[in-house]
DNA sequence: AGTGAAGCGGAGGAAGTCTCCGCTTGCATG
DNA sequence: CATGCAAGCGGAGACTTCCTCCGCTTCACT
């Protein structure tokens, strides 16, 4: 690639992220381009559809996925703390753009989404969780990893939509770790 | 309301009903409108909003939602398969249109909602359900309405996006049941 | 039949998406 | 350094959807 065209491409993700960080990510594409100071023809070229660049912006948040989890997990307390500080992070992290947090949690059950390689990310490291819960004996049968990831996700489409507080979202991740958790 | 005008009323919400049944909720307005062989102009004084139409289309399910709370209790079996039932019949009611769930569910918490008051009644019967529950004494304490409605929406929300069968759905809603009900 | 108001419809402006193609620019090469 | 050309650029413009405005039509009452 031709060193204007990757200056070009770098730079578009960066105002994409901002853009959309402003006005969710459904914001218009045209208006990154402006800012970015190219033509919408640049844009499209370098990717093709919106989700293209909602990868290519994610890509940079995938880096940071396991020190969320480690973070989680030196939390004070039992199982169920961790699981909690967990889930508050696991939330946190798709609701970090307007809208995302549906997008990224539909691309998990389906193959061909561009998105699914980048979003398994998510659900490893919640995998990664739940087997530690399940290492303590403190995990139920029969609870699936894919569903979990649903769950979070459903309740971080909702805390979007609805712009929910932490402290809105809190009393339903405890309904669920309740519902993963041996009582 | 001229009898012309009450006609035309009519026809656009049976015309909107099927128009966001086969394309969702966000169809393009102008093909209700041409559909419903009206002009444009006739829809937006009519409905001078999407969400107003919406509404409109609701309110007509409204009506039939304390028949699926009756149909739920009516389940052989304890108090666990009858909120199961009432969970599937919730995840069914939000799922009758694509991209329904969400909406309905974002304006629970939103006091300025225009759908706020029909959806309340989504939010009542479950409340009717869980009451149901804790009179049985299987209810966990500082299990919130608000909260399980927001959890069921957003399990909607995912079954909606994802295209899921409810048999995908189910384990979903066993763990929200775990979670809500004391075991 | 006449009349006034209610209602209609479609032209058209605004906003967004996306493409096409003539022009520009980076860079490998002599 | 000069040159050739492929890679890349940008913006005009076609298309879609939303929504409004206003001249014309139709209803309903007398």
């Known amino acids: 690639m031709r ?27 045209d208006e990154v381009a402006r800012r970015a100071g190219v033509g ?11 989700e293209a660049l909602h990868e290519a912006i994610m890509a940079t948040w995938i880096e940071e996925v396991s020190a969320h989890v480690e973070k989680a997990m030196a939390t004070e307390g039992g199982c169920r703390e961790k699981l909690l500080a967990w889930f508050e992070e696991y939330v946190g992290l798709l609701t970090r753009h307007q809208g995302a947090a549906a997008k990224i949690t539909a691309s998990l059950g389906c193959e061909d989404s561009p998105l699914r390689t980048k979003c398994q990310t998510y659900a490893d490291a919640n995998e990664s969780v739940l087997t530690e819960m399940a290492d303590h004996g403190m995990l139920r049968e029969g609870v699936d990893n894919l569903d979990v990831c649903r769950l979070l996700g459903g309740v971080a489409t909702m805390a979007d939509q609805s712009s929910l507080e932490p402290r809105d979202v809190r009393p339903m991740l405890d309904v669920i770790a309740n519902g993963v958790l041996k009582s």
């Open 40 to 50: 919408p023809g640049t844009l499209y070229r370098h990717f093709p559809t919106r």
């Open 3 to 29: 060193a204007d065209a990757q200056r070009n491409r770098e730079r578009l993700i960066e105002v994409a992220h901002a853009v959309f960080k402003e006005r969710g990510l459904d914001a218009p594409l």
